[in-house]
């Protein structure tokens, strides 16, 4: 492991553009609970029906309703639940100190918790959205919602009109337009992505891992277990993303010392 970690460091630190992209992995160590595998809520509660934005627009008041009464999935209000009491954990911190010292010039995350941003992150996408947002549908305008969790549907958008609902992307909805072409931007501008905590199977995000390595990338899978994008890793570790991250901080901090 520390020779791979050491390989890693030298990676990050000759690449030009290294991208970070972080999945349900990342999110774990915080208590908040994936959706998949063998502790996934999926797995506990059966896996919910995959069209829940097409219940949203044909009527948001009853789902905000439904939100509100709790006649929701269970996965939801465990989910919910986790993501109140997570705090960031030293891999969170780890990734934010990487990079304000400019070793990797973004971090693309599928996680709606915010911790990148809580730990100090600064370009972050967040490309599932946030939980303590809300955003319009027809503008994309966002509203910081901070602690507070609104129980009743949102006021149309003060700019257009349109329709206001949680950040955070539902089944079967779109990833917002300016989300998705900030990400490809950064992915066109990579020559390294370190792809941590990701199972690699919801598309478009993990789309975006084929597409860099078309162009060229190198891609490094860091995992406690192998997943589709292995066949494609310049390298693999089997690492838990917090130890990952912070051996990274320490290698890469002993390498500027050299």
């Not at 809520?41 to 309703?65: A, E, H, Q, R, V």
């Not at 958008?157 to 950040?167: L, N, P, Q, S, Y």
């Amino acid at each position: 492991m520390k020779n791979k970690i050491k390989q890693i460091a030298q990676l990050v630190y000759k690449s030009k553009y290294a991208v970070v992209m972080t999945g349900a992995g990342m999110s774990v160590e915080s208590g908040i609970p994936p959706f998949r595998g063998t502790t996934g809520i999926w797995t506990k509660y059966g896996k919910p029906k995959l069209d829940s934005f097409s219940d949203f627009k044909k009527n948001p008041t009853k789902w905000w309703d439904d939100r509100r009464n709790l006649t929701i999935d269970k996965h939801i209000i465990e989910l919910r639940e986790s993501l109140t009491k997570a705090k960031p954990h030293d891999g969170h911190y780890s990734l934010a100190r990487i990079e304000k010292a400019r070793y990797i010039k973004s971090i693309i995350t599928q996680n709606i918790d915010g911790l990148d941003l809580v730990a100090g992150s600064k370009n972050v996408i967040e490309i599932h959205g946030n939980r303590k947002r809300l955003r319009c549908l027809e503008c994309n305008n966002r509203i910081d919602l901070e602690e507070y969790i609104p129980i009743y549907a949102p006021d149309p958008c003060e700019f257009c009109g349109g329709t206001v609902k949680f950040d955070t992307v539902l089944f079967g909805e779109p990833i917002p337009k300016d989300i998705m072409k900030s990400s490809r931007h950064e992915i066109d501008k990579s020559d390294l992505i370190i792809a941590v905590g990701t199972s690699a199977t919801v598309r478009p995000a993990s789309g975006l891992l084929w597409i860099a390595k078309s162009q060229g990338a190198k891609i490094i899978e860091v995992n406690i277990e192998k997943t589709k994008l292995t066949a494609i890793s310049d390298y693999y570790i089997k690492s838990k993303a917090k130890s990952f991250f912070v051996n990274l901080e320490d290698e890469l901090a002993s390498n500027s010392n050299h």
